[in-house]
């Protein structure tokens, strides 16, 4: 089976625009998180889709969403860029379909790396 | 606070020796992750153990519920090892905490 892909995986933007990042989960998985790796704060989660809907969420703004598509195919955006949201913006599926987060082993994408300028 | 602590934050091994690497968490949990990130970013899940002990090759991880506490060791420890890993701990709240990361070098 294909892995984890993630497009674009190298990104420049400026302040205050935005940006969408996409990831395809390995076939079958219905599973995908987000997380967000700085040298400064490390990997820290964002939120997890299931079947479209969004069932986990971490502490972040609201300038950050996702979604995801009925081939479990997800994006992520961040509207109104920050200098801050400089970071390699990994995702991961898994097969589980129930049971608590992290319940599944994590198959992670190689990330997209974001730079805010 | 910190949700997970990860020791040490920089291992530098030589060829062949014994790894451990410590995680203590202070939340509820569900199941512990281990990780391996090597450079460039990619991020390989080596174990998700939530009781007793799992071994893959050289690699061993083992976990204390009641203590909150879980050990990765690598025996024979070769350069190829070097990589960061790190202690992933999904909560009851399902919340996702990470380590900070422990970065081992082996030298040849």
């Known amino acids: 089976k294909a892995g984890v892909t993630q497009t674009p995986r190298y990104l420049i933007k400026t302040r205050g625009q935005q940006v969408t990042l996409s990831c395809s989960p390995i076939?079958?998985?219905?599973?995908v998180s987000w997380y967000q790796q700085t040298p400064g704060q490390g990997l820290q989660f964002l939120f997890e889709?299931?079947?479209?809907?969004?069932?986990n969420k971490g502490n972040f703004p609201g300038r950050f969403s996702g979604r995801q598509f009925s081939n479990s195919r997800s994006e992520m955006n961040v509207s109104t860029l920050e200098l801050g949201d400089s970071a390699l913006y990994l995702c991961?599926?898994?097969?589980?379909?129930?049971?608590?987060?992290?319940?599944?082993?994590?198959?992670f994408g190689p990330g997209t790396r974001l730079t805010v300028l | 606070k910190n949700e997970v602590e990860q020791s040490p934050q920089n291992l530098t091994a030589q060829e062949g020796e014994f790894i451990t690497i410590n995680c203590s968490y202070s939340?509820?949990?569900?199941?512990l992750h281990w990780l391996q990130q090597h450079p460039g970013g990619g991020i390989v899940s080596l174990f998700m153990?939530?009781?007793g002990k799992k071994k893959h090759g050289r690699l061993i991880a083992t976990i204390n519920i009641q203590e909150k506490h879980s050990s990765l060791h690598i025996t024979a420890s070769h350069p190829r090892d070097s990589a960061v890993y790190i202690c992933?701990?999904?909560?009851?709240?399902?919340?996702?905490?990470f380590g900070t990361g422990t970065s081992l070098t082996v030298i040849p």
């Open positions: 991961a599926s898994s097969s589980r379909t129930s049971g608590g987060m992290g319940s599944d082993t994590q198959y």
């Open positions: 076939s079958g998985h219905r599973s």
């Open positions: 889709y299931f079947s479209e809907t969004q069932r």
């Open positions: 939340v509820g949990i569900s199941a």
């Open positions: 153990l939530s009781s």
């Open positions: 992933a701990v999904p909560n009851t709240g399902n919340q996702f905490y």
